[in-house]
């Protein structure tokens, strides 16, 4: 059974950084891309950040790059997300998803594809 468990979220005050985590089992780890996802309160979902299934390569949306990192630990099959900066524009419940490393897709905006997590949400206050 594919398990993709996130923590890490909660109430986090505006310029401060918080790391979320994503716990993976039930497929190989190291086969697939991981990324977060995330969904704003009455908007659509927004993909966050990519990395590779060995964790050489990474991608970022405009909106966070310069202040997340995207993270991973084969050994553990954990992903992380390293959020810094923050702002009321990262309130938003965080997924964690996961596709087979082939398919060669980096941006990700639909829930039929790949494995998603149950969500953490981060709420950003000032």
């Known amino acids: 059974e594919v398990k993709l468990v996130e923590s890490g979220g909660g109430l986090v005050q505006a310029g401060e950084s918080v790391r979320l985590t994503c716990a993976a089992s039930?497929?190989?780890?190291?086969?697939?891309?991981m990324y977060w996802v995330r969904q704003a309160p009455g908007k659509g979902l927004e993909w966050v950040s990519t990395?590779?299934?060995?964790?050489?390569?990474?991608w970022y949306a405009d909106s966070v790059k310069g202040r997340f990192t995207i993270s991973r630990d084969n050994a553990r099959n954990i992903a992380y997300l390293d959020m810094g900066r923050l702002n009321s524009e990262d309130t938003a419940v965080y997924y964690c998803?996961?596709?087979?490393?082939?398919?060669?897709?980096?941006?990700?905006?639909?829930?039929?594809?790949?494995?998603w997590g149950q969500g953490t949400q981060v709420t950003v206050f000032s």
């Open positions: 039930g497929f190989t780890f190291t086969a697939y891309r």
């Open positions: 998803v996961s596709a087979p490393s082939d398919r060669r897709v980096v941006e990700i905006t639909d829930r039929d594809f790949g494995y």
């Open positions: 990395i590779s299934a060995g964790g050489r390569d990474t």
